[in-house]
């Protein structure tokens, strides 16, 4: 078999190397997670949701983020080892 027909067939390779790639400094919390750590935090710090903002996403610049007074950070930032909650 050709070199070209085996690329062709090997359709999900070539799409794959389109999607950006995560690397190790990129973090995920699946929606399912951080509702459960947002519900903790509610209930144990009486923290409203409005009040909640996450400054962490990739590409983001989240040291030029407008936090609001008041706000509370609840997020998975990279290389994040705890919570800080001033």
Known sequence: MSQ???SFE???GF????????TTDDCFTPP????VVLDYVRGRWGVEEADVVRPF????????FDYP???CVVDNPPFCFGAVLI
Do not use: H, L
Request: charge should be negative.
């Open 32 to 35: 399912e997670i951080y509702a």
């Open 10 to 12: 090997d359709y999900e």
């Open 69 to 71: 007074d008041g706000c």
């Open 57 to 64: 996403w990739p590409g983001g610049d989240y040291e030029s």
């Open 15 to 22: 799409v794959e190397k389109f999607k950006p790639k995560r």
């Open 4 to 6: 070209s027909r085996t």
